[in-house]
């Protein structure tokens, strides 16, 4: 009898947990998640956060991504962002790779992918 109400509380505590990650992914302390598909941003590409949260770049389903701030492709500086992406190699990822990325400053962030031009996020920092 214990081993079975253990073993539902788990099986709650698991259900709650991959609702809560889902859906809606503006604000929160911490668990923002851009998503990459093969050759796209999938979801939310428009997030926004508090200055000292953190942002995780989910390419777990996709394919070979590399991205930097900018626009359309091209690394453009943007002051403020996290250093990780604001150098003309940026981040990259493979698929099945994960990352979260800090963002300390508040400011106005694109991020594009040097691979594919046409992927474009946004990530607001707000103080
Ligand atoms: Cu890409």
Redo the contacts with the bound molecule.
């Keep these: 009898m214990r081993k079975v109400l253990l073993t539902c509380a788990v099986l709650a505590t698991l259900i709650l947990a991959a609702c809560s990650s889902g859906g809606s992914s503006s604000g929160g302390s911490n668990g923002s998640t851009i998503a ?1 598909g093969f ?2 941003f999938t979801g939310n590409t428009s997030i926004t956060i508090k200055a000292g949260d953190s942002v995780t770049f989910d390419d777990s389903s996709g ?5 930097v701030i900018g626009t359309s492709g091209q690394f453009s500086a943007v002051s403020g962002a996290p250093s990780q992406l604001n150098t003309a190699t940026g981040v990259m990822f493979n698929s099945g790779d994960k990352q979260t990325i800090l963002f300390p400053n508040t400011g106005t962030f694109p991020i594009t ?1 040097k ?2 031009p046409s ?1 474009q996020a946004t990530v607001t920092v707000t103080s």
């Design positions: 990459m050759g796209a394919g070979v991504h590399q991205l992918c691979i594919h992927m």
